[in-house]
């Protein structure tokens, strides 16, 4: 059992930067893949950005592309977002889920463990 925790979201202004924090609970943590998803009011959860086991191999969706930035640090047992450039449509719950298999990274179903999300809201 993986226990999943986000934290860093808020209130930021168009043009501002944010991280977002996913920590992880047991000894595992470095025998999964990570990945953050979002979901808007209204829309399904959808795929931001996977980061590989070892963090060797990142992906990240054309949305946030250029924008976002995925890592990890296995010892400290967290992966982050980094938010740049954020836009008004950026404001989404994000969650960060933990895929035992790592084989399709942007396929929300593949994610064994999620975290509770959290809220990061984007003004104009």
């Known amino acids: 059992q993986v226990q999943l925790v986000e934290s860093g979201g808020g209130l930021v202004q168009a043009g501002g930067s944010l991280r977002l924090s996913c920590t992880a609970s047991g000894r595992t943590f470095g025998s999964y893949a990570m990945g953050w998803f979002r979901q808007a009011p209204g829309k399904e959860r959808e795929f931001i950005a996977a980061i590989s086991r070892s963090g060797s191999s990142t992906y990240a969706s054309d949305s946030v592309k250029g924008r976002f930035t995925i890592s990890r640090d296995n010892p400290k047992n967290t992966v982050y977002l980094q938010m740049n450039i954020l836009k008004p449509e950026d404001t989404a719950v994000y969650y960060c889920?933990?895929?035992?298999?790592?084989?399709?990274?942007?396929?929300?179903?593949?994610?064994?463990?999620w975290g509770q999300g959290t809220q990061v809201t984007v003004s104009s």
């Open positions: 889920g933990a895929d035992r298999l790592g084989q399709w990274p942007a396929v929300r179903s593949e994610y064994d463990y």
